[in-house]
Nanobody
Framework: QVQLVESGGGLVQAGGSLRLSCAAS????????MGWYSQAPGKQRELVVS???????NYADSVKGRLTISRDNAKNTVYLQMNSLNPEDTAVYYC??????????????WGQGTQVTVSS
């Protein structure tokens, strides 16, 4: 069993900043990739950013230059530094990890979600 625990969401004014964290724990052989999805009210879940084991990153165009992903492999933790937030960023943010488990399979795990609300 692998669990992802998220923290760092909250309510901020436009132009403000937040830092999200997501820590993976459990029966992990290695983590192939981690990242963040967002789901705004009435919309589908969308990829915000991913980071691979070789530290290659892939950002949605809407967040380039404002959001930065990083990972601490020793802690199996990924962070999302969110700057210059605007109301369009309001969503539930879900951490994910693609995990190589003891059985050598690739399994996609999700965090519980953390609410980010940006007021104008």
């Amino acid at each position: 069993q692998v669990q992802l625990v998220e923290s760092g969401g909250g309510l901020v004014q436009a132009g403000g900043s937040l830092r999200l964290s997501c820590a993976a724990s459990g029966s992990i052989f290695s983590i192939n990739a981690m990242g963040w999805y967002s789901q705004a009210p009435g919309k589908q879940r969308e990829l915000v950013v991913s980071i691979a084991s070789d530290e290659t990153t892939n950002y949605a165009d809407s967040v380039k230059g404002r959001l930065t992903i990083s990972r601490d492999n020793a802690k199996n933790t990924v962070y999302l530094q969110m700057n210059s937030l605007n109301p369009e960023d309001t969503a539930v943010y879900y951490c994910y990890a693609v995990v190589v488990t003891a059985g050598s399979g690739l399994t996609h795990y999700w965090g519980q979600g953390t609410q980010v609300t940006v007021s104008s």
